[in-house]
């Protein structure tokens, strides 16, 4: 994860670029909210034949009706309590605490209608039909505000990922220079090129994820919560209470997820390697008649990676219906009480207070629509989640390399030697591969100026 982090450097170069990704994303999510909230206006205004200005001055009306009802029954309340015993003093007591609440509740729902009803009297159209066409009008202009910052923001991220992925190359490919020999012939070049083009896509993919889908689908989900707390917030934490159990299986999937990324990589490194053995020695293979033997060990190769592939897939069949599933539980659950909070038109849920006021059929619809809409960005992280632990995985493999320490180091302070060689002397050589015996121990000879000597010997011997 820390290499991600300095991946996530190199992307924040672009601080333009990350702006407008950020800001994109805001307005899709406001925007997605927002359509969703067309949903009370439709129900509580058009569909009972009323316009928006005979509907806040209904509401306002039935506020101060309110206010008088309850102002009422605290003097009433207030009366009773003076000549009440201690016990029954404290149960009125608790009435007032709950009146008060309550009117404070109307109080406030009131002054918003009477600030916006000018607004509304200027602007809104009179008939349900005509506010019916002005919601259709706001849904179709949203929705392509939303379409036009949605091309802009998936324009930015797919900018900063790819320019990311080119400095990284670019990186790599001038440590890869760098190293020593040896290196090469520990990791063979079908290692690196696996490591410069496969695995640097996946960090790409994971930064375009990061920076796209997982900046906008959870603006988007905290729009909707957001939402449904504001119609209810007490009823929106009921419901949420499967959210530890999504946490935890989330992190056990990101952990196997990463896991069988890793793996799946390594094997298509194996795999470039069999194909750069196999064409660069096409002469070879052709003339000893190995073409089925090549054929098997590409097709164990191939297997492999099948089996690893496969491994991803479960894991991300797992969290997708793991996530969709706990989600449809949310809704249910908030089907179930909302339902229940409406159709007896209570206030109180299991003894617990839900709202100081019984919720309306438009409220609850509202406040199911908000879940609904925050379920779907839920589900596509769920989706994007496995591109992610693919991009940390994949950079992990990439900064082994970077990270590499060049065991060969130029001189700071370069000997120079006469010109011409009378005689080059080996004394005492010594070499031993990095896993394995020594394959040269006590070497000494001398080549003299004007000599060609021919080393001889068997793979692995020490020859190179």
Known sequence: MNNFGRVLKIAARRRFALVGILLTSLVIALLWGANIGTLYPLVEVVFKGDSLPSYVESRIDASQADLTEIDQQVREISGSALAANAEKKVALQVQLQALESRRKVVSETNAWFIRVKPWIDGYAPEGAYATLLLIVAMLVGGTAIKLLALMANLLLVQYVAERTAFDLRSAFFRKSLSLDLDSFGENGSAELTSRLTNDVSHVSAGVGVLLGRMVREPLKMMVCLGGAMFICWRLMLLVMIVTPVVALVMTYLSRAIRRASRRAMEEMSQLYGMLSDAFAGIRV??????????????????????????????????????????????????????????????????????????????????????????????????????????????????????????????????????????????KDVCYQYSSGPKVLQGMDFEVQHGETDAVVGPNGSGKS
């Open 285 to 426: 293979v052709k003339a000893f008649n190995t073409q089925a033997f090549e054929r098997a060990k590409f097709r164990r190769g191939t297997h492999a990676f099948y089996r690893k592939s496969m491994k991803i897939a479960f894991y991300n069949m797992l969290a997708r219906s793991s996530s969709e599933m706990l989600g449809m539980a949310t809704v249910g659950m908030a089907i179930i009480a909302g339902g229940y909070l409406v159709v007896n038109q209570e206030t109180h849920l299991l003894g617990m207070r839900m709202s100081q006021e019984p919720l309306n059929v438009g409220e609850v619809l509202m406040f199911f629509g908000f879940l609904i809409g925050a379920s779907d960005p839920a589900r596509k992280l769920t989706d994007v989640w496995s591109g992610l632990q693919r991009g940390i995985a994949a950079t992990t493999r990439v900064y082994d390399i970077i990270d590499k320490t060049v065991r060969v180091q130029e001189p700071a302070i370069p000997k120079s030697v006469v010109r011409p060689h009378r005689t080059i002397a080996f």
